[in-house]
């Protein structure tokens, strides 16, 4: 139990100070609370000395005031400190985490950790919120209040007092049980609600998809699946820990028929007033009560350890920024030397070599999965090479911050995220300090000044999470317009007219070579008009370059680059006919 308590004490980290308050006042509320054993027994001591005059009575009712204001007073601001010290500490370990996901390879990001990492920021945080500083204030608030009043008792009566710690005793014992069989519980359960969540957003997440494949029993099978192994767990722990629980009343209940029983008999052989013996008798029903609530917080203890345990695990994330420098590179050439990179044991590239001069455009095609996305990632480091190494103007890009890497990078890819935020937040997602006119300026180069003025506030308008409410055209335009209002050196580009109406194309393709003017441009593409005009294209196939120059060049070579020119002019040249009857 003590190791539990340190675990939260550390996670609580800056927190601590509003933890320690709340003790404090517990400590206190504890003081509060014994003034009412002392104001019964000012009653109790009027009643056998036969002394019935008011001035006893308001005496006790004076006592009993003070008790209950003092308790009232004290609870509240106490449980007001546990409050802002379980929010605040959650809410830190959440920044904290999003912070360190920004320095995590792309890599970490695959299907299962998203849920994970879901999982750990909402439920298990949660349970944290709302169970450790509870448990650690109020199982310490209850042994302080229960210590205290044990201390008044033995004043009166040290036989008495003497039993009351041993039930404390014995009290500790049933815990130390109920603590040893709820390890086993409490991470079965933290498995149970990680696969709740992961189901549930894998669910949401593909909904369209299990529509259109008519897969929604299957769909509902799994998060029922989730849903009843999650309630299975909880109630597996609430099993568990009930035995437990009504042993400690047990315990605490036969303590306190011993003293009834004790106090009885040592009033009747003379050795006990009447009024010490009468306070005894109250005593018995009053001296464990903090106890057997600090009991019931103790059967969440093993959670939130769990949930810490689970929580502080992505502290041991991989990171990428580890020893980076902030540099501003002399010039913006990229090189590849040597570079080798694999997916587990899936070998992407093998030993690739290359140079783009800075202010020139680079095209990279070839067949799926032979690369190309991969390349492109590298550069912006969401992956770190297995091999060889990636520089941009000389430098390495490990030796970059995160930051300062991609200051220099924008990056418009074939499928666009946009966030729950305004139109104009949006595009200025990479330039936070741009004025309107300038997000203005950026949309109209885009290309999406138009429809964006046709919204429903405009630039104010509030978009779904992930740009639902908008065509794939229009979110391929906004993030057009992002990357044009950021102004980057190097821009990368990942099919970035794939989802383009043809009607705004040209104007768009207008847009991106305003985009590209004196910058250094890497771009994936599969459209003829986009790659011709490149000053090199490298070809890749099988993680090897196989082929590189000027389109007019690659047009005379017989390979990949030749076959590319003409399934694409047949694509451009195809179109529909059809007869009448």
Known sequence: MIGAFKKIWDFAGSEQKNIKSSIVLALLNSVFYALQFAAVYV??????????????????????????????????????????????????????????????????????????MTAITTTTLTDVENTAPVVLVTVLGGFINSVVFAL????????????????????????????????KGAPERQRAQEMLVEKILEAVQGISVIKSFRLTERSESAA?????????????????????????????????????????????NGSMELSNAMMMFVAAFMVFEQMKSAGISIATLRIAESSIDKANETDN?????EGGRDIIPANFDIAFENVDFSYGERKILDRVSFDIKQKTTTAIVGPSGSGKTTMCSLIARFWDVKGGKVTIGGNDVRDFTLDS?????SMVFQNVYLFSDTVENNIKFGCPNATHEQVVEAAKKACCHDFIMQLPDGYNTVLEEGGASLSGGERQRLSIARAILKDAPIIILDEATANVDPENEDRLQSAIEALMEDKTIIMIAHRLK????????????????????THSELAKQDGIYSRFISQREQAENWHITGQTT
């Not at 029922?224 to 047990?250: H, V």
């Not at 890497?405 to 990078?409: E, S, W």
């Not at 986009?530 to 993680?543: E, F, N, P, S, Y």
């Open 152 to 183: 008044s008792v033995l004043l009166f009566d040290w036989r008495i007092g003497i039993i009351v710690f041993i039930g404390m005793a014995a009290f500790l014992w049933t815990t130390s049980l109920q603590e040893k069989h709820s390890r």
């Open 224 to 268: 029922d699946s989730a849903i009843e192994e999650s309630c299975k767990k909880n109630l597996f722990i609430e099993k568990q820990m009930t035995p437990y629980q009504i042993f400690q009343q047990i315990v605490l209940n036969l303590f306190a028929v011993i003293i009834m029983i004790a106090t009885a008999a040592l009033y009747l």
């Open 43 to 116: 009653v109790l001591r009027s009643l056998t000395s036969g002394d019935t005059s008011k001035i006893n009575a308001l005496y006790a009712l004076g006592i009993m005031v003070v008790s209950i204001a003092g308790r009232i007073i004290l609870n509240t601001y106490s449980q007001l400190q546990r409050v802002h010290a379980g929010y605040f500490m959650v809410a830190n370990k959440r920044i904290s985490i999003g912070n360190k996901l920004r320095s995590v390879p792309m890599g970490y990001f695959n299907k299962n950790n998203l849920g994970q």
């Open 530 to 549: 986009t790659v011709r005009r490149a000053d090199q294209i490298l070809v890749l196939d099988g993680g090897h370059i196989v082929q590189r120059g």
């Open 405 to 409: 890497l991609m200051k220099n990078i």
């Open 317 to 321: 994330v991989p990171v990428m920024d």
